[in-house]
């Protein structure tokens, strides 16, 4: 299935406008060493994580891979490189001698078994969130990870804002006093005609394709994967996200952002608890998942609550804020906009000597996400959302999606690491 797509000097410039099984023991990369990245998938997150890539120091995309041919001719125009291969297969492309690194960011329904295979591979990693779909999925992907030397990020952006770093260290101060209560939540109303989760390739695109030409481009047996077998069903094609055969909905696509952004400043680690609520007010297609949500966690030990309420519907929006007994601390946005935050004293505070806020120059700036990933595999550090970090994303999510679909609690058994 190697195309092997080779891009002409026009396509070359237009794109300038934006395994044989190895064993996984890596050493640090020369600082002079150009890394070739390989790109999974490359529809909605994908086609902005190519242009991430592309924009790192030191990387050249010498390959992609998608199951859909104008997805992969995405892939082949945006790569900045006149040489790159194409590959319908993955595995093909985790046996390509010049990737030394992917970029997955399919369905996740594929996270599993891609990273799987990228980890025999010998291959660094960043994968797109959420992690995974199951929890047993989620042990399998961290325990393979850790055995190896892999350098692995999952794709939280929210982590590279340097406003976060502040935060985070003013937290640590313990200027807010004792934290008990987080609220985050993610709202987003559109037009009646275009329900969330129904475009077609990219956020705003609306129109379409003709599923007759579409299928003759799609290897749909390599899209479902290890999904269950059905017919070509297009919806299930462009709004996967609806369907739990392919994701988790609101829990793993939205909720995810906010708890892992709070477990960056916090570090909290699983909840104790959690109990969690869902609904479809109003989007009343096809869809399995709701398009209102909200979600309740508590950390026993600390005292402490986080929130989380969500819909498709509203027009209301809920910055992370952290409530501490002195001092709160608001940033300006959900979790992966942040770009300030502000610090307001309780009451009995007013005259305490506090930072007002985000103070700009303070802090070191921040790389973004997939350039903290680049630098780590140059030095073989760890990436500001590594594994564990990754499997603590999981479980949260995790706890959300089986409370809501169970209607009752549900708690954290560390021990065995069971949500139960």
């Not at 996967?240 to 952002?257: F, I, K, P």
């Not at 709701?290 to 809920?318: H, I």
């Not at 952290?322 to 307001?344: E, N, S």
């Not at 500001?384 to 949260?396: L, N, P, R, V, Y």
Request: proline content about 5%; glycine content about 8%; aromatic content about 10%.
């Amino acid at each position: 299935m190697n195309e092997n797509v080779k891009v002409n000097r026009r396509q070359f410039l237009q794109a300038t406008l934006a395994t044989a099984v190895a064993p996984a023991i890596l050493s640090a990369e020369s600082p002079a060493k150009t890394i070739g990245v390989g790109c999974i998938g490359l529809g909605t997150r994908g086609g902005d994580l190519i242009n991430a890539v592309v924009n790192c120091d030191g990387v050249k995309v010498t390959a992609v891979c998608d199951v859909y041919g104008p997805h992969r001719q995405k892939g082949i125009e945006r790569s900045g490189n006149p040489d790159v291969k194409a590959y319908v297969d993955y595995r093909e492309l985790l046996a390509d001698r010049n990737v030394d690194a992917v970029v997955i960011a399919t369905p996740d329904h594929w996270h599993c078994q891609m990273v799987l295979d990228a980890v025999k591979a010998g291959k660094d990693i960043y994968c797109e969130k959420g992690f995974a779909r199951t929890l047993a999925e989620a042990k399998l992907m961290r325990n393979a990870l850790k055995k190896s030397k892999v350098v692995f990020q999952l794709g939280h952006q929210a982590r590279q804002a340097t406003c976060a770093a502040q935060a985070k260290e003013l937290i640590a101060q313990g200027i807010l006093g004792p934290i008990t209560l987080v609220r985050t939540g993610r709202f987003k109303s559109l037009e009646p005609e275009h329900a969330n989760w129904r475009w077609y390739g990219y956020y705003d695109q609306w129109e379409r394709p003709d599923p007759a030409q579409v299928i003759k481009n799609l290897n749909w047996d390599l899209w479902l994967g290890p999904a269950p077998k059905i017919p070509w069903n297009e919806r299930h094609f462009w709004h996967w996200r609806c369907y739990y055969a392919y994701g988790t909905g609101y829990a793993g696509d939205l909720l995810s952002h906010e708890m892992d952004f709070v477990q960056y400043l916090l570090g909290h680690g699983i909840p104790d608890n959690c109990v969690s609520a869902g609904q479809i007010a109003l989007l009343r297609d096809d869809r399995e998942v709701p398009d209102t949500w909200s979600a309740v966690y508590q950390f026993e030990k600390l005292g402490r609550t986080v929130t989380f309420t969500g819909s498709m519907n509203a027009t209301d929006n809920q910055p992370v804020t952290i409530c501490g007994r002195d001092a709160t601390l608001r940033f300006d946005a959900i979790a992966h906009d942040v770009t300030t935050f502000q610090i307001i004293p309780a009451g009995y505070r007013e005259n305490a000597v506090l930072p007002k806020g985000y103070q700009r120059g303070k802090t070191p700036q921040q790389p973004n996400h997939m350039q903290d990933w680049v630098n780590c595999i140059r030095t073989r550090g760890t990436p500001k959302c590594s594994t564990d970090e990754a499997f603590i994303e999981t479980a949260t999510f995790l706890m959300s999606l089986k409370s809501q679909q169970e209607q009752r609690m549900v708690r954290w058994d560390a021990a065995k690491e069971e949500i139960v």
